[in-house]
């Protein structure tokens, strides 16, 4: 729409197609703009008042170095179009205030006085709705200067008040009179919005408040006829005084009333329903779209410059200036090319420089491509796999690992919460998500809504569920000697009811092996024996009519140990992160499994500890002679575990062991450097994963704390950082 704005599209056809499209209905993109910086930014002005004059600031702060860069951006080309000739202050006061260095940056300075005039009404300690009415009495006087201008009786008073006005300001729509009260609609939506209104219910029933939350506004059940009445009246209002505005933008026209034509009064109601109409689709923030459109906004007059000058070259001046509508598409196709270049870049540059500040978690992506491969080499054809994700992809981040996973082809996935599911549906995985934990049944809408599959833990839950009342696709979970979850396997009656239930689709049953990854024959018998009673159970709900659903035994370790129980699916965990549980166990397929996971961390300080000297708690540690220590930027609390304190643990710094001394603390941990030459503040100590040819594997640190790699695995930390190398 701004792009429209300044190269007008139609022109080349008809003069008043052009005024309809770039002087009325592209207008409502600015007083959009306002109301959603009202929105997202100073809503909370009226809400937190601790945070929020740092919110401002911040705002302000942001805005204001855009607008800096912007400047510079166009010096030159202002420079070349003698914007610049006659300097004075005024003028410049004028330019930087109110008009904008260069024809589209006036957006700027108009946030940052609309948003700094709304934040002092915020701590006035006055009513809203008497700023609403202060905002739109500036509104009016904004109208006069504006589109209603003509309505002035020349030579008046109100007229010579104008005109030195616009020695000021060069129009009036600006921070002063136009954004405050866009600005201040954009708040009122926000604190009657119903996301807000939830979230000031008091905490006391935490569930249901999740359950409303993640389920967004209102997709439940009950809600949704609600939704839609509300969505159409919103589109109804919409169309009625967008078709006003123009009535009214024409009218003026005709009557020859407007200096400029920016602000029409219907542009308020048409702004609002238009505002309340796109909120009832609850997408998901997307930083890179946000970045991609300030680009396009800031870019497109270089754009524009740049069209001319590669038409003029090309000899293709007749469609790409000439013709309005080519010359819209080129300026757009261009802006969007350089804005998306530029947001991709510094999203990426950003990143790479944040992520490994402190301490961090590098997955490598080849490591876990070839266990993917390797794993699927391991079962039959038919057999695919179903990685799990729970507990963070044990660790590993479930977000990062489902999305290069589904980038192999990896469709069905299980995690063991529902909020797990949700979390990668959110950031766009699709296909099957199997939750193999319990769901209470206040979240059983969030399983609706997600087209996530949940496990039968057992009859009574089956009824439940069924009882909801909404189709929901499940996997029946099977007890076969665990005695964890599942119906109990010789219940064959009660499993064929879950079968026939008519509010579950049946899409999977399966049984959890609980002692597959030990050889000893004790364990062995039992698992063929829950094998036996699984197939026989399977055979008999056939032999009555359920039609047989995917079925699934195995996990990581029934994958090596028993080859011949594969079905439709292994739910592989461990092994698909390139360990088993053990360092036995691991060793033994080492060819094959390759650990994705690497833990890091910054060195943040070297020093000297004299003989004699102790560091750390409890003066555990104590230098028998003068030596170089370090801290490292992790501890306990990112899932480095303090039961290593005191051991034989190191960590590997430029290929060199430093073995940890004193006690593990919750963010930090000291170890000994004396070995190493040339330590310094901001190296990197590798705490699992390779340095040179030396490796510290995670079995080690199980294996020193007593645990299996699984837990030290997914208690990696929520603070760590992670990236995809
Ligand atoms: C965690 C889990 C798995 C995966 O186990 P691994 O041993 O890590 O492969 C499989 N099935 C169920 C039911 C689980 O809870």
């Known amino acids: 729409m701004v792009v429209a704005i ?29 109301m959603v910086t009202g929105y997202f930014v100073a809503g909370d002005f009226f809400i937190r008042r601790d945070g929020a004059f740092k919110k401002f600031l911040r705002y302000i ?17 202002g420079i070349y179009a003698g914007h610049y000739k006659e300097l004075n202050i005024s003028s410049v006061i004028r330019m930087l205030l109110f008009d904008g260095t260069f024809y589209h940056l006036w957006y700027f300075p108009a946030c940052m006085i609309g948003v700094a005039l709304v934040y002092l009404m915020s701590i006035s300690g006055i009513k809203i709705q008497v700023w609403m009415v202060v905002s739109g009495a500036l509104y009016l006087i904004g109208l006069l200067g504006d589109s209603y201008f003509g309505c002035i009786k020349e030579g008046s008073v109100l007229y010579h008040i104008y005109m030195q006005g616009f020695q000021i300001f060069s129009y009036t729509r600006n ?75 024409f009218t003026l026209r005709h009557f020859g009333v407007q200096r400029h034509d920016s602000m029409y009064i219907m542009l308020i109601p048409t702004a ?40 003029r070259a090309l000899h293709l001046t007749g469609i790409l200036v000439d013709n309005s509508l080519g010359h819209y598409l080129a300026v757009s196709c261009f802006s969007t090319i350089a804005a998306v270049v530029l947001s991709q870049w510094t999203e990426r540059k950003k990143k790479e420089d944040f992520k490994c500040g402190r301490a961090w978690i590098e997955l490598s992506r080849s490591a876990l491509r070839q266990n993917v491969t390797a794993l699927q080499k391991r079962v039959p054809d038919a057999c695919k796999l179903m990685p799990a994700l729970k507990a963070d992809a044990y660790g590993h981040g479930a977000v990062l690992i489902a999305r290069e996973l589904a980038d192999m082809g990896v469709d069905a996935f299980c995690v063991a919460s529902v909020e797990e599911g949700i979390e990668l549906r959110r950031h766009g995985i699709k296909g099957e998500i199997l939750i193999l934990g319990y769901t209470h049944p206040d979240l059983f ?12 833990v057992d009859f009574p839950y089956a009824v439940l569920l069924n009882r909801y009342g909404k189709k929901i696709h499940v996997h029946i979970g099977v007890d076969t000697g665990m005695h964890r979850l599942g119906e109990r396997s010789e219940n064959v009656d009660r499993l064929y009811n879950i079968c026939r239930m008519k509010n579950l689709i049946v899409d999977g049953m399966y049984t959890h092996l609980c002692a597959d990854d030990t050889l000893k024959k004790r364990e062995m018998e039992f698992t063929d024996l829950q094998a036996k009673v699984f197939y026989k159970l399977i055979k008999e709900l056939e032999e009555r009519g359920c039609p047989r659903p995917k079925i699934h035994l195995q996990s990581s370790y029934g994958i090596f140990h028993y080859p011949e129980l594969a079905e439709d699916y292994v739910r592989v965990g461990i092994a698909l992160y390139g360990v088993l549980s053990t360092g036995e166990d691991t060793e033994k397929y080492k060819d094959i499994l390759k650990p994705v996971l ?12 004299y003989a004699g000297e102790s560091a750390g708690y409890g003066l555990e540690f104590q230098a028998k002679k003068d030596m170089k220590i370090a801290a490292l930027s992790i501890g306990y609390g990112d899932g480095y575990p303090r039961g290593l304190s005191g051991g034989e643990s190191a960590v590997l710094i430029e290929g060199r062991r ?52 699984n837990e030290i695995l997914s208690r990696m930390g929520a603070r760590l950082e992670r990236i995809v190398v």
């Open 445 to 456: 809408p969030l399983l609706f809504r997600y087209r996530l599959s949940q496990t039968v």
């Open 272 to 311: 609002i329903f238009l505002m309340k109409a796109l909120l009832a689709w609850q997408g998901r923030s997307s930083k890179f779209l946000r970045n991609t459109a300030m680009w396009i906004y800031i870019l497109h007059p270089v754009m524009i410059v740049v069209v001319r000058g590669a038409a």
């Open 175 to 249: 921070g002063l009179f136009m954004a405050p009260i866009f600005l201040i609609l954009g708040i009122k939506i926000f604190l009657g919005n119903k996301f807000y209104s939830e979230s000031k219910v008091s905490f006391e029933n935490k569930n249901a408040l999740k359950t409303k939350k993640l389920s967004g506004a209102g997709m439940e059940s009950g809600k949704s006829t609600q939704d839609s009445l509300n969505l159409l009246a919103n589109c109804i209002g919409l169309t009625v005084f967008g078709l006003l505005m123009v009535a009214e933008a």
């Open 658 to 709: 430093a073995p940890v001394i004193g006690r593990i603390c919750m963010d930090q941990t000291i170890v000994d450097v004396s070995g190493i030459p040339g330590v310094k503040a901001g190296d990197v100590a590798v705490l699992i994963g390779k340095s040179g040819e030396e490796e510290i594997s995670v079995c080690h640190l199980a294996k020193e704390t007593g645990t299996i790699t």
């Open 6 to 34: 300044h190269t007008s599209p139609l022109l080349s056809y008809s003069a008043d197609a052009d005024f309809l499209l770039t002087r009325v209905l592209c207008r409502v993109a600015v007083p959009f703009f306002f």
């Open 61 to 77: 702060k942001k805005t204001a170095v855009l607008y800096g860069s912007a400047i510079l951006l166009y010096l030159p080309v």
């Open 598 to 609: 690497s833990l890091k961390a910054r060195i943040t300080s070297v020093r000297n500890l």
